[in-house]
């Protein structure tokens, strides 16, 4: 059923999806955290859904990137630890903003400091909600760009 805000058409009451993505944020931040100095594939689900990548500098925890997948198993182990700049978004930063000097800094900067939680979503648009809703939350330090 439809709604009509302001002139404006919405597919669903406001409240219901306030709820939702407030719910998710709830879960994936309570979610336990697997650090990427433990992470094997094996660790990660192959399910979609949202994860946040934070980091655990002198006993305080900071939020770095938010992100959602196909494939958690793939974006957070494959591209994120493993892979080149080009797939490792997070490293690409680290190494862009001057934080980390190289990409292998990059990849010892998330083993050494790095958490990472998700939670599991099927739907394609419900993982774009969550993902802009924890990311206004939170205001990762990275991951948050000018737009094209």
Known sequence: ????????????????WRKFVDDAFRRLVAADPLSFSAMTPSKLPKASGVYLITARIDGREFAYYVGRSKNLR?????????????????????????????IAEAKQ???????ARWIEETDTRRRGAIEGYVTGVLFPKHGIYEEH
Request: some cysteine; charged content about 15%.
């Open 1 to 16: 059923m439809a709604a009509n805000v302001r002139g404006h058409m919405i597919r669903s009451p406001v409240a219901a």
């Open 74 to 102: 793939r974006r957070l182990y494959t591209n994120h630890l493993m892979g080149p700049l080009t797939n490792a978004r997070l490293k690409k930063y680290l190494v862009n903003t001057g934080e980390c000097s190289g």
């Open 109 to 115: 900067f998330l083993q050494r400091w790095c958490l």
